[in-house]
């Protein structure tokens, strides 16, 4: 294997990681600075509070982004196997 194939395999992997947690990173930021700063003005500091709508975020975006997710990863997959048979 080439050491261009090797980069662009580890490079494409990175962005297809970084492509597929983006979203739920991002909700779980936005849901965690708005809870915390709930907790902040009423003063009420359990930390269960966040769990909960971070488990129901994560299975909304499971649902409206599984379909995208799944074919991010396929093509990632197809393009992994096509650089392998060029081999």
Same mark, same amino acid.
């Given at each position: 294997?080439e050491i261009?194939?090797?980069l662009t395999v580890?490079?494409e992997a @990175?962005?297809?990681?970084?492509?597929?947690? &983006?979203p739920? /990173?991002?909700?779980?930021? $936005?849901i965690?600075?708005?809870? +915390? !700063?709930?907790?902040?003005?009423?003063?009420?500091?359990?930390?269960? @509070?966040?769990?909960?709508?971070?488990?129901? &975020?994560?299975? /909304?975006?499971?649902?409206? $982004?599984?379909?995208?997710m799944i +074919? !991010?990863?396929?093509?990632?997959?197809?393009?992994?196997?096509q650089?392998?048979?060029?081999?």
């Amino acid at each position: 294997m080439e050491i261009g194939n090797l980069l662009t395999v580890g490079k494409e992997a @990175i962005m297809t990681a970084l492509m597929l947690a &983006a979203p739920f /990173l991002l909700v779980s930021l $936005l849901i965690g600075l708005v809870i +915390s !700063v709930f907790q902040a003005a009423t003063q009420i500091h359990e930390q269960n @509070i966040v769990f909960v709508p971070k488990i129901i &975020a994560t299975g /909304l975006i499971l649902i409206f $982004l599984g379909s995208w997710m799944i +074919s !991010v990863m396929v093509n990632f997959t197809t393009n992994i196997f096509q650089i392998m048979s060029g081999l």
